[in-house]
Every structure is written in structure tokens, then in C-alpha cells.
């Protein structure tokens, strides 16, 4: 079985950083062979896709959030990163690690992690 889990959210006030963690364990699972990314959603919208990194290495991110946010990942560990900075009140949301098996994550990946909440103050 499959887990992936988030962690390093939290309340920051707007300016402020975060990093978030996504780490996969299950006997199968080995983060080399997905595309990765992080999701969010805020109350009363829809999920979206913030940022993801392929097998390759190449990044992707939400036009909302270049420049300030950045996805990496550490196969070694099975772990996905993203660091986020310049935070702003509509970052605040709960985010979700995915993993797919595709060559991109796509908005059905074959794994979601429970989410985590990162709450900025203005």
C-alpha cells in the first residue's frame, strides 16, 4: 500500500516562508518512477494545480506563484519538496502531494497524500 504524506504547514504571516515535505513510503513505491506535484484548495474553490516536477526533473508552477515558490524532490529520500516564499493570503489553502504515473500529474494521479494547512495572516 501506497502512502504519500505532507508535512510543514502551518500559520505564517504574509511575507513569511514555508517548506512542505511529501514523502512516499509503501513497499512498491519509489518517487523516481511518478511525475510529482502539489495541489491546493481554498475554501468554496476548486483544486488547482500549484507546481509539479517530472521524472526528468522539469518544473512546472501556477502563474500565481513563480517566482516565489519552488518544487524540488529527492528521489534518494522519496521525498518531495516545496519551499515557498513571499507568502501571500491567498496562498492560504490545503495542500496536496500527488504522485502519477504518467509523464505529467494530471488531475486524477494515482496518489494523494491527506493534505496539510498553510494559513497566511495579512
Known amino acids: 500500500q501506497v502512502q504519500l504524506v505532507e508535512s510543514g504547514g502551518g500559520l505564517v504571516q504574509s511575507g513569511g516562508s514555508l517548506r512542505l515535505s511529501c514523502t512516499g513510503s509503501?513497499?512498491?513505491?519509489?518517487?523516481?518512477?511518478?511525475?510529482m506535484g502539489w495541489f491546493r484548495q481554498a475554501p468554496g474553490k476548486e483544486r488547482e494545480l500549484v507546481a509539479s516536477i517530472r521524472r526528468s526533473g522539469s518544473t512546472t508552477y501556477l502563474d500565481s506563484v513563480k517566482g516565489r515558490f519552488t518544487i524540488s524532490r529527492d528521489n534518494a529520500k522519496n521525498t518531495m519538496y516545496l519551499q515557498m516564499n513571499s507568502l501571500k493570503p491567498e496562498d492560504t489553502a490545503v495542500y496536496y502531494c500527488a504522485a502519477d504515473k504518467l509523464v505529467i500529474v494530471t488531475s486524477t494521479p494515482d496518489y494523494w497524500g491527506q493534505g496539510t494547512q498553510v494559513t497566511v495572516s495579512s
Open positions: 509503501g513497499r512498491t513505491f519509489s518517487s523516481s518512477n511518478y511525475a
